[in-house]
């Protein structure tokens, strides 16, 4: 099993919360909170770690946000080979899809010696 994780930093303006991906420190001491999320393969969540001052709106905010992230372009068992076709026309929006061609491409190379 794979995960994927994500920084999250919300920083309340007068036009409302914004939430920012992967902060600079900078923008973690600014912020009114920080989040760490991590989720499965298999789109669960698996880490939840907030620090600062939030409420549960803006925590499901938050998640969803980072779920989006993680896990979006995320594909069925049934539907778990991917075409590469698909993935030269489409762009690698999620980390997701990041990590399993990562995966694909090494294990290729790896397994070149028996082609």
Known sequence: ???TSVLLA??????????????TPLECQD?????VLAFTSHGELLVAESEGSFDMDEW???????KGLCCRGHVSAEDDIMNEDELENEAVSSLMMFVKSAVQ?????????KG
């Open 1 to 3: 099993m794979t995960l």
């Open 10 to 23: 919300l920083k309340n303006t007068e036009k409302g919360a914004t939430i920012t991906e992967n902060p």
């Open 31 to 35: 912020a009114a909170s920080i989040h």
């Open 60 to 66: 499901d905010e938050i998640y969803e946000h980072g």
């Open 105 to 113: 491409e090494k294990v290729a190379t790896d397994l070149h010696w």
